[in-house]
């Protein structure tokens, strides 16, 4: 998990992903909602990192958050994309404006995913000592978190209220 990044270390408890949360079994609201927090904390620490720059890296931090950060956005948009939105669609109750919704969050998903990618190269990067632009990469950490935190808050405060695990079985 990542909440041992703070420290330069990092709990590696799970199997593929090293992340115990991704490599559970069960996947419900409540594990998407443990997924969020672990989305959240991980934002925090790429704001550490924003925060450190220029002079002041936690190389060892910066590896170990490249190295979270796509398996664990991955794994997150795969659930929410094959198992969640399709329930929340063919739930009768669904309002007209939610596809148009969901397909402009599997967009977000697809550009999350590859700036992801970009921001996990620019860590290992900084994290092994490379030269980098720190001011871009800067840029680069706070235009990420800002994005997965909104994302986030929209899912939460629209998307997922008053939705129940029953509710969701039951479609």
Do not use: W
């Given at each position: 998990?990542?909440?041992?990044?703070?420290?330069?270390?990092?709990?590696?408890?799970?199997?593929r992903t090293g992340n115990r949360l991704l490599d559970a079994g069960t996947r419900d609201l409540a594990w998407l909602d443990r997924a969020h927090t672990e989305q959240?904390?991980?934002?925090?620490?790429?704001?550490?990192?924003?925060?450190?720059?220029p002079a002041n890296v936690?190389?060892?931090k910066c590896i170990y958050a490249?190295?979270?950060?796509?398996p664990l956005i991955k794994g997150i948009?795969?659930?929410?994309?094959?198992?969640?939105?399709?329930q929340l669609q063919s739930n009768p109750d669904a309002t007209d404006a939610l596809g148009p919704t969901l397909e402009r969050l599997k967009f977000e998903?697809?550009?999350?995913?590859?700036?992801?990618?970009?921001l996990t190269d620019a860590l290992l990067k900084l994290g092994s000592g490379d030269r980098v632009n720190m001011e871009a990469v800067g840029y680069m950490l706070r235009g990420f978190f800002e994005g997965i935190r909104r994302h986030i808050a929209f899912e939460r405060e629209?998307?997922?209220?008053?939705v129940t695990d029953k509710e969701l079985q039951a479609t």
């Open positions: 998990m990542l909440t041992n990044i703070r420290d330069g270390k990092r709990d590696t408890g799970g199997d959240l904390a991980l934002c925090k620490e790429l704001e550490d990192i924003a925060d450190s720059l936690n190389r060892q490249a190295k979270a950060l796509g948009h795969h659930y929410e994309e094959t198992v969640l939105f399709p998903h697809c550009e999350d995913e590859c700036f992801a990618e970009e629209h998307l997922l209220q008053g």
